[in-house]
Each structure stands twice: as structure tokens, then as C-alpha cells.
């Protein structure tokens, strides 16, 4: 396609949205169906759909994970039991594999080569320089075909500061843990992981909020809300009785949002933590930080400033400690378990707790209107790792569910052993409208999927 072709293309899909300017600052709203001619009202009905990928690392105890029975109304196990209130919303999905994460004569590296093969199906280069090799991940793969509607192609998230040094598993460089996104075969994308810095690439006027918008928000102590509050008032007067409320309950989550991350700001101090450095603009509780980036995560789908967007728990090796679980033991460390039951039983603790901050991200975005019905039937989310049972860095059995998407839930979709992931990538592709008729090493769409 011709590239001013596609710059008008592009350039037409945003000037359909609303955006409230100020000084340094321009942000997106969610449609409102008063500012929309008539002609165009039928077709917002049918919101685009999204895509979002849950990734957490260091794999499950999968005897504690797997559901018994294959169909509907399964009996939860440990690991999903947090999952039962959102239980119609998704579908767990056994069977599906990561042949290409296997070592084929490499070093072992068990989890180097997995962050780098979850959304790829590509096997990832030994290297520790700068020579790194992957593949094109499904994410980038969505994100390239939604790029001309959108503000932002795609947005990568996650709570752990990257590592920078040399290598992260045996031979392989620390870029392969950093992120499970690849725009090309040679180029990963880094996940941003200071909410500040996610809020002020999301409304800045730009890519970021001009220096000097920044240092006058934080001498006055006031909010970015303050900047388009004309702005808004203006447009409020155009609304429908729905939409004002529809504006004022966003509004107000971004307010809430700020006061959060200025609060981080205020409490948080730079810390060494296994051998790299926490900013300290990054909040020290680990819970709140998830759900800060995932909130800023949902602002951006909700207004569509982006249809794709990757978010991690944590790198591959991760050793965090989960002392509010009262377990000060790594998380890698308790990964290995090595069948002892004390440390089965720490692990699954974790495993659990993560799903709990899934089930409530999930029952979040359900709660977010868009068009006729949510934000969580209108975006499908993957969720899983590409490490199985931990203990031996099982690529062959993952956990994997399948969330959203206005797909039918309540389902243990047990699928024939070593079915290749990337059936479930291409799945999500075509249901997404993206013209793909393979990925990765897939063998076809999964079976089953669509009931």
C-alpha cells in the first residue's frame, strides 16, 4: 500500500475519536455516540476487537493446575480456584506446546529460550551479543494489521526492570528475557515497566509530556486533568445523559490512576535487587504495581489508542519474593522444587496468587462498557507461560487459557498432546480479521476453539 495512502487511512480512523487537548498533553476518550453522525453510529455497535497476552514466568506445578475432566463445568483445581467467579469468561486450554523452545542441542537453557518462543513458535539463537535471532511474535503480527487506526501500534508492560548485562541464561543474551515481543526476526521490544512512564507515553502530547508541562505538574501538585479541564467542559456540553456519565467515570479513572502513581512516586525508593536496580519511581508494592500498568493497560483499549498489548508478571528466572504471601523464598528457586513438598506447596501458593490478580484484571475489564456489550468480549486474552512443570523445564505441556473475545467459557478444552501453541496464536489472529493463514510452526486453527 502506498505509504500516504496509509497515512490517510490512518490520519481518517483518529480524526473519528475525541481528543481533549491542553498545555503538553492530549488525551484520548472512549467513543461517545452523541459526537458521532448518524451514518456512522450503526457500525460502532461492532467495537474492533482486541488482543492482550498474560505472561507469567517460571512455569506451574501443572498436577495442580490441569482440571481432571475435558468439556464444561470442570472442577477447579488449586491453582484455578481464584479463577471461579470469572469461570464463563474463559476457557483453559491443555495439550498445546512449544516444540521450538526445546534445546535441540543448545545449551539447556530452559527459560532463554522460552520468552522469546511464547508468541514466536521460533526458536531463538544462542547468543549472548548483539546478534540476537527470533521471529516476527503473533502480537506484532495483530499490531502491524491495526497500526493505521490506532494512536499506538501496540503496548508492551511489565513489572520487572529489564537486565542489560551480558547474558540471562546459559548463553543466551538477557534480551531474550526482557519481553515476549518481537517486531522482527532482530528487533524485541522492551517492556516499559514505570507506570509513570507508561502514563506519560499514553497522554502526553506525543510520545511524551513535555519537560516542561512535567515540572510544573509536580511543583503544583496538580493533576494532567487540570491541563484539558476547558477542554472537557466544552465537549461535556455536546453529550447525551450516557455519555457524561460514560466521560466521568473515565475522567475519573485517570485521575485515580495519577493519584496512584504520584503516590508511588512519593513512597518509593532506588533499590539493588538481584543484581539490577530498581528505580525509584517504580512503586515497591508489587500488587499495586500490577494493577497500576494493568489499569493504564485497559485506559488504552478503552479509548483504542491501541489494540494489542503484551503485559509480563516477571522475566524468565525471576527470583522474587513473595513476602506478602509470607513465602521469602525466590520464585525461581522454589520453581525447582525438586519434588520436596514444602516447596511444592510455596509454589503453588504463588501460582495461585497470580492467577487471583488474573481473575481480577479479567473481572475488571467485564465491568468496562464498550459499545453493546464490554471491554473483555471485545479483546481476547491469552494467558499463560511456555515452561509447563517447572521443576523440569517442560516446554511439551503448557498452562495456557484463553480468555474473552465473546468466545463461550466454563470449558477445559483438552487438546491432543504436543498440539503445537501457535494453533492457538493463528486462532486468535483470524478471529481478530487479520489475513494469516499460518504462524509459527502452527499445523492449522485449533480445534475445538470455536464451539
Known amino acids: ?55 507469567s514466568p517460571n512455569g506451574v506445578r501443572m498436577q495442580r493446575y490441569t482440571p481432571a475432566t475435558a468439556g464444561k463445568n470442570y472442577a477447579m483445581t488449586p491453582i484455578l480456584k481464584p479463577l471461579e467467579k470469572v469461570r464463563d469468561k474463559f476457557s483453559v486450554i491443555s495439550g498445546l506446546a512449544h516444540y521450538q523452545a526445546s534445546a535441540f542441542g543448545a545449551p ?76 522482527s526476526p532482530t528487533q524485541a521490544l522492551p517492556a516499559m515497566v514505570a507506570p509513570s512512564d507508561v502514563f506519560e507515553h499514553l497522554f502526553g502530547d506525543g510520545n511524551q509530556i513535555d519537560e516542561q508541562t512535567r515540572q510544573m505538574r509536580l511543583a503544583h501538585k496538580s493533576s494532567i486533568l487540570d491541563f484539558i479541564n476547558d477542554e472537557a467542559k466544552r465537549v461535556n456540553k455536546r453529550l447525551g445523559v450516557n455519555d457524561r456519565h ?16 504520584a503516590k508511588a512516586r512519593e513512597t518509593a525508593i532506588e533499590m539493588d535487587l538481584e543484581g539490577f536496580t530498581v528505580p525509584a519511581n517504580i512503586p515497591v508494592d508489587y500488587e499495586e504495581h500490577v494493577k497500576i500498568m494493568l489499569d493504564l493497560q485497559m485506559l488504552a483499549l478503552q479509548t483504542d489508542m491501541t489494540r494489542v498489548s503484551t503485559f509480563m508478571l516477571g522475566r524468565e528466572l525471576s527470583n522474587h519474593a513473595y513476602n506478602n ?68 523445564h517442560d516446554h511439551m505441556d503448557l498452562p495456557i487459557i484463553l480468555a474473552g473475545g465473546g468466545l463461550e467459557g466454563n470449558r477445559h478444552i483438552a487438546a491432543p498432546k504436543h498440539t503445537p501453541m501457535c494453533n492457538l496464536l493463528l486462532s486468535v489472529l483470524q478471529q481478530m480479521n487479520v489475513p494469516v493463514e499460518s504462524f509459527g510452526d502452527s499445523t492449522g486453527p485449533l480445534d475445538g476453539l470455536i464451539a
Open 246 to 261: 460514560k466521560m466521568a467515570q473515565y475522567l475519573e479513572s485517570v485521575r485515580d490512576v495519577e493519584r496512584r502513581i
Open 325 to 392: 504471601l509470607g513465602i521469602p523464598d525466590g520464585h525461581h528457586a522454589l520453581s525447582h522444587h525438586a519434588n520436596i513438598p514444602d516447596k511444592i506447596d510455596k509454589l503453588v501458593k504463588i501460582n495461585a496468587y497470580h492467577m487471583q490478580l488474573f481473575a481480577d484484571y479479567l473481572e475488571k475489564m467485564a465491568s468496562i462498557p464498550d459499545g453493546e456489550s464490554n471491554l473483555l468480549d471485545n479483546t481476547f486474552v491469552v494467558r499463560g507461560a511456555c515452561i509447563g512443570e517447572s521443576n523440569e
Open 108 to 183: 539447556p537453557a530452559g527459560h532463554g529460550r522460552s520468552c522469546p518462543a511464547f508468541l514466536t513458535g521460533v526458536h531463538a539463537k544462542a547468543t549472548e551479543g548483539a546478534d540476537i535471532q527470533c521471529g516476527i511474535s503473533a502480537d506484532q503480527v495483530a499490531a502491524s494489521y491495526f497500526a493505521k487506526d490506532t494512536q499506538l501500534a501496540s503496548l508492551e508492560l511489565g513489572i520487572e526492570p529489564p537486565s542489560l548485562m551480558g547474558s540471562c541464561d546459559i548463553n543466551y543474551s538477557c534480551t531474550y528475557t526482557n519481553t515476549i515481543s518481537w517486531k
Open 1 to 55: 500500500m502506498n505509504h500516504n495512502n496509509s497515512l490517510k487511512r490512518r490520519n481518517s480512523a483518529l480524526s473519528r475519536r475525541t481528543f481533549l487537548k491542553g498545555l503538553g498533553v492530549s488525551m484520548a476518550l472512549p467513543v461517545m455516540e452523541s459526537l458521532v453522525p448518524a451514518a456512522m453510529a450503526k457500525s460502532l455497535e461492532q467495537r474492533p476487537k482486541r488482543m492482550t497476552v498474560f505472561y
